[in-house]
């Protein structure tokens, strides 16, 4: 048998077609065997199973889970200016262990993505002896810095935490480093449920309800602070080519065609995404898309 690569999404309510491009685009780059775990609200899991089993993904091998967000309950602090990050299958990543037994390794990917290179590529990331996950540097790429610049990002600590508050100037992390981004993680489940990783992020939610530790001018809402806590200087990295991100970032800034076209994973994180209008390199996105059988979700686009 060869080695199952299972890859964990999540169904959100609203932007199912996110998840639906994402696996159509795993899916048709690889000959790998992948195993889909599909992570939903009770509410969704019904839309998801049968937009898969009536279209041309009814072949993929896939479990659809339910994630109950009653674990999420005290750990984290209303936040009214992008309420969508708010989202309780944001914090999916973090239950990585609960949801998938049977693995050593796994991929998380946000659904926000396509990937057009062959996922066993990403699966074959090495892993550091010790730590329990890679994720891509915020400064790993030259020619997102030039966007990074244009769009005013953040990529560094300092964005994301709040170095007014003594608890996060106790860490003596410098306030330079550089972020990373959790939307593409391949994690190592031995490790971390030896380093107890997500009790650890648990933790830092519950300080964040105290005390209010994250900027709140968050670049990337409230999942991602606590994983620089407690992943800091303790992660392995990832080919900068399978995270090419901030694709979401701005409706006018674009990258050049040929620099898509070599990266292996695009990422349209930040508001303007490609199920949305405006926003850029839809197309790419499209390519991948499968309609809605039952006609609930929709395309938003200029002339509709």
Known sequence: MEEEIPVVICAAAGRMGAAIAA????????EANVLFYIVGLKTTIPHIRKWIENS????????VMEFNPMVLKGKIRQDA???????????????????????EKVIYLDDDIIVQGDIQELYDTKLAPGHAAAFSDDCDLPSTHEM????????????????RKQAIRDLGISPSTCSFNPGVIVANMTEWKHQRIT????????????ENLYSSTLGGGVATSPMLIVFHGKY?????????RHLG?????????????????????????PWDYPSVHTD??????????????????PDS
């Open 56 to 63: 041309k993904l009814k072949e993929i091998k896939f479990k």
């Open 148 to 163: 990074v610049r244009s769009v005013g990002m953040q990529n560094t600590y300092m964005g994301f935490l709040d170095y």
């Open 236 to 244: 392995s990295t990832i080919n900068p080519m399978w995270h090419i």
């Open 199 to 210: 009790k650890q992020l648990e933790k830092w939610m519950q300080r964040n309800v105290e």
């Open 284 to 301: 790419l996105w499209e390519n991948w898309f499968i309609p809605d059988p039952s006609g609930k979700f929709k395309l938003t686009r």
């Open 23 to 30: 696996i159509s685009s795993i899916h048709s780059n690889t």
């Open 81 to 103: 200016s992008r309420p969508e990050l708010l989202q309780p299958l944001n914090f999916v990543r973090f239950y990585l262990p609960l949801l998938i037994q049977k693995h």
């Open 249 to 273: 970032w701005s409706p006018d800034s674009r990258y050049s065609e040929h620099f898509l076209q070599e990266a292996k994973l695009l990422h349209w994180n930040g508001r303007y995404k």
